[in-house]
């Protein structure tokens, strides 16, 4: 059973029935063409391996997504990666396209029961291990037992809740208002624009159908400013962006919409007969446009684990599912941790760290070095491989200074005095603020 059909919910329905699972997809939202508002749309190419898998690529492809890259604005200038075709992308397309085909996609597939109009408020619970949902479909109370629950159901996700999932949430230092354009200018290549503005970001984000989101994602210190006066705001803060998009001469074709508090919230991926997936167990930093991406992979990860033991005909209790679901909560720290981590600290809307100073500028100096920025940002390889030694040395090179010895000494795992275990996955702590 699996609670949320949207982005990580339909992918992993879709990943289940295909491994043979019977799936129920249940989504309290009784249109089956809804979507998300609050997203601006990059998935990021971590995710394209799972998009391939699930066929959700070329359906993309078919309604004009855009095969996604971007270059970055920062003090040193322009960090502009290859922008190859036949290279590692991701897609950008609206919710409103994404939402309706990825869950048509879903309930296309065999042994996927969509369930749409169905709202869970309550879980089974026998023994300490959850075992089913109830709640209400068209003012109707149902029930439905299951080998495993999946919280599917975004940030303020019922399963979490209801199931006591431990949570630990971030303060972010930022809100983010957007609106859509269209007749903007395009960059070479589609490519998307971010902007590094030092505590601000901003972005511009081409979609299929000529549309173009523009979003600013501002420091809650100027938020008094957004709040008298929304459309002059935001208007003045678009015009004021080096090279800025050109919106007096585009259409806008949107409200300025956005969220003035949004924390960062991680949960615990699973439990005795349950699992999160997606928001549910990781909100990250809107700012980093890896939610869909993560929602997606999560879904993989979780279905690779334990399709074998959900699908077991034989298996007499939840052991082998919750040894499964032990395996999926270790790789879901492993693989969102790390950068998790780095992108909630930026969160805080604090100057940039000696670490960012010296990688954003070694990036904005080096073709090779904006080639492997771009690659992190798309998720396509892990922190420790974004500093390996070789790497520092090449940015030390274009930079032509190096690290101060003290970050160079956590670089190398090294436990400097009062900082902690000097994991790896810690390497920017300390100097981060
Ligand atoms: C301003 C903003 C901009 C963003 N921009 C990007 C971006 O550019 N790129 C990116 O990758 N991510 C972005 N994100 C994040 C992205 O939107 C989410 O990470 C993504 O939607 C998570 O997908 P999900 O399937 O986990 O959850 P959701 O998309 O939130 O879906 C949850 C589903 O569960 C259903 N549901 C909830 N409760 C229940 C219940 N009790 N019973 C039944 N059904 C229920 C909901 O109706 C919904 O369909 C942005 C977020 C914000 C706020």
Same mark, same amino acid.
């Given at each position: *059973?699996i !609670?949320?059909?949207?982005?990580?919910?339909?992918?992993?329905? =879709?990943?289940?029935?295909?491994?043979?699972?019977?799936?129920?997809?249940?989504?309290?939202?009784?249109?089956? !063409?809804?979507?998300?508002?609050?997203?601006?749309?990059?998935?990021?190419?971590?995710?394209y $391996?799972?998009?391939?898998?699930?066929?959700?690529?070329?359906?993309?492809?078919?309604?004009?997504?855009?095969? !996604?890259?971007?270059?970055?604005?920062?003090?040193?200038g322009?960090?502009? $990666?290859?922008? /190859?075709p036949?290279?590692?992308?991701?897609? #950008?397309v609206?919710?409103?396209?994404?939402?309706?085909?990825?869950?048509?996609?879903?309930?296309?597939?065999?042994?996927?029961?969509?369930? @749409?109009?169905?709202?869970?408020?309550?879980?089974?619970?026998?023994?300490?291990?959850?075992?089913?949902?109830a709640?209400?479909?068209?003012?109707?109370?149902?029930?439905?037992?299951?080998?495993?629950?999946?919280?599917?159901?975004?940030?303020?996700s019922?399963i979490?809740? &209801?199931?006591?999932?431990?949570?630990?949430?971030?303060? %972010?230092?930022?809100? #983010?208002?957007?609106?859509?354009?269209?007749?903007l200018?395009?960059q070479?290549?589609?490519?998307?624009?971010?902007?590094?503005?030092? $505590?601000? %970001?901003?972005?511009?984000m081409?979609?299929?159908?000529?549309?173009?989101?523009?979003?600013?994602?501002?420091?809650?210190?100027?938020?008094?400013?957004?709040?008298?006066?929304l459309?002059?705001?935001?208007?003045?803060?678009?015009?004021?962006?080096?090279?800025?998009?050109? =919106?007096? %001469?585009?259409?806008?074709?949107?409200?300025?919409?956005?969220?003035v !508090?949004?924390?960062?919230?991680?949960?615990?991926?699973?439990?005795?007969?349950?699992a999160?997936?997606? /928001?549910?167990?990781?909100?990250?930093?809107?700012?980093?446009?890896?939610?869909?991406?993560?929602?997606?992979? #999560? @879904?993989?990860?979780l279905?690779?684990?334990?399709?074998p033991?959900?699908?077991d @005909?034989?298996?007499?209790?939840?052991?082998?599912?919750?040894?499964?679901?032990?395996?999926?909560?270790?790789?879901?720290?492993?693989?969102?941790?790390?950068?998790?981590?780095?992108?909630? /600290?930026?969160?805080? @809307?604090?100057?940039?760290?000696e670490?960012?100073?010296?990688?954003?500028?070694?990036?904005?100096?080096?073709?090779?070095?904006?080639?492997?920025?771009?690659?992190?940002?798309?998720?396509?390889?892990?922190?420790?491989?974004? &500093?390996?030694?070789?790497?520092?040395?090449? *940015?030390?090179?274009?930079?032509?200074?190096?690290?101060?010895?003290?970050?160079?000494?956590?670089?190398?795992?090294? /436990?400097?005095?009062?900082?902690?275990?000097?994991?790896?996955?810690?390497?920017?702590e300390?100097?981060?603020?």
């Amino acid at each position: *059973m699996i !609670n949320g059909a949207s982005v990580g919910g339909c992918t992993a329905a =879709i990943l289940y029935a295909r491994q043979g699972a019977r799936v129920a997809l249940l989504e309290r939202r009784s249109d089956v !063409n809804a979507h998300k508002v609050l997203c601006t749309h990059y998935i990021q190419a971590s995710a394209y $391996p799972v998009m391939a898998a699930t066929g959700l690529d070329k359906a993309l492809e078919q309604v004009g997504a855009i095969a !996604n890259t971007a270059d970055y604005w920062t003090r040193w200038g322009w960090i502009r $990666p290859p922008h /190859d075709p036949a290279g590692a992308h991701g897609y #950008s397309v609206r919710r409103e396209t994404l939402d309706p085909l990825l869950r048509k996609l879903a309930a296309g597939t065999e042994g996927v029961d969509l369930k @749409a109009g169905h709202t869970v408020d309550e879980l089974l619970v026998e023994g300490g291990r959850v075992v089913g949902v109830a709640g209400t479909a068209r003012e109707e109370p149902f029930s439905l037992r299951a080998r495993l629950v999946v919280g599917a159901d975004g940030k303020d996700s019922t399963i979490a809740r &209801l199931a006591g999932a431990r949570t630990e949430t971030t303060e %972010n230092g930022r809100f #983010s208002y957007f609106a859509y354009f269209k007749g903007l200018a395009r960059q070479p290549g589609d490519a998307a624009r971010v902007y590094y503005l030092e $505590p601000d %970001n901003a972005y511009v984000m081409p979609m299929e159908d000529d549309v173009t989101v523009i979003a600013a994602v501002v420091s809650k210190a100027r938020l008094d400013e957004f709040k008298a006066d929304l459309d002059g705001a935001y208007t003045n803060f678009v015009r004021s962006l080096p090279e800025a998009p050109d =919106i007096d %001469n585009a259409e806008r074709i949107s409200k300025i919409v956005g969220t003035v !508090n949004y924390p960062l919230i991680s949960r615990d991926p699973a439990g005795s007969g349950y699992a999160l997936i997606g /928001d549910a167990a990781l909100t990250s930093d809107p700012l980093a446009a890896v939610g869909c991406a993560w929602a997606m992979q #999560s @879904a993989q990860w979780l279905v690779s684990e334990s399709a074998p033991a959900v699908t077991d @005909a034989d298996a007499a209790s939840g052991a082998a599912v919750d040894a499964a679901l032990a395996r999926y909560g270790a790789r879901h720290a492993e693989e969102t941790g790390p950068h998790h981590h780095l992108i909630a /600290d930026y969160a805080a @809307a604090r100057p940039f760290n000696e670490i960012e100073e010296f990688s954003f500028s070694a990036a904005a100096r080096d073709a090779r070095m904006a080639a492997h920025f771009h690659t992190f940002g798309s998720r396509l390889m892990t922190v420790e491989e974004f &500093l390996a030694p070789e790497i520092v040395a090449r *940015m030390e090179e274009v930079n032509g200074h190096g690290l101060s010895d003290e970050v160079l000494r956590r670089l190398a795992g090294e /436990d400097v005095a009062g900082s902690g275990d000097g994991a790896a996955d810690d390497v920017f702590e300390g100097v981060a603020r």
